[in-house]
């Protein structure tokens, strides 16, 4: 028989789940079964979700790239301000989401670097490519953390007994270390994606939230609400739940898997 400390704690649970469970289920009753057709099947939802799938998978790519190694450079090596790194590398992860945007908008644009770097053809705001970039900057340290939790699970023993048998570090990397890693490299790359694609201040900012040119599912939901477009709006929302659904479920099988082999 469970006690009443149990029971209390369980109680709390499914309340505070149930909550948040109506509040988000809410949304998939507003729109009526045609108006959710209409709005997905429309020419601003389609071209909303090929831009945040292109970008998205472009920028998680990205951020794949350079999160392993310098997960694996903070996590394996010391060297001078580390500590001051891992700081700056957090410090999106605390901040407004706004305040990156408009920090990334000033530098990018023509208070910053983008007067030079428009002289030479390159515009970096305003298009698919600021997107891009505030998306990287938004997702980059939250893969970077996930891996450094990664690599600190992993015993350096292993790499320790390869590079003792005359095995490179380079060849330990690839051969030893990446595949141990594999699950959270999986993860990772998964909340990535997601990360990128529920993306919003930072790409409103940087990508200028234009109709039909800088227009993914998240801006989209703003730009449709913001004119009274119920149905677009809430359309693109229900998407970005699902999305997260999926993401969610995929992280916890490979979590769970990754925790087995261990």
Known sequence: MRSKFELGFIIITILITSMFFLVIGSMFLIPSYEGFINALLSEN??????????????????????????????????????SLFKVVLDLPIALPEIVVGIALLMFLGSNGIGEYLEN?????????????????????????????????????RYEFVSR????????TFFNITLPLAKGGIITTSIIALARCIG??????FVGGGILMKTETLSV????????GDIDLAITAGILLVIISIITIVIMEKYAESTQESF
């Open 45 to 82: 939802m389609i071209y909303a979700i090929t831009l945040t799938i292109y970008t998205s998978i472009i920028s998680a790519a990205i951020v794949m790239i350079f999160a392993i190694p310098t997960a694996y450079a903070l996590n394996r090596y010391n060297f001078p301000l580390k």
């Open 120 to 156: 030479i053809g390159i515009v970096l705001v305003f298009n698919s490519l600021g997107i891009i970039i505030a998306q990287f900057f938004i997702a980059f340290p939250y893969a970077t953390r996930i891996m450094y939790s990664t690599f600190a699970y992993i015993d350096p």
């Open 220 to 227: 989209s939901m703003y730009l449709h609400l913001s004119t």
């Open 164 to 171: 003792s048998l005359g095995y490179s570090e380079s060849s």
């Open 199 to 204: 993306t919003f201040a930072s790409v409103l």
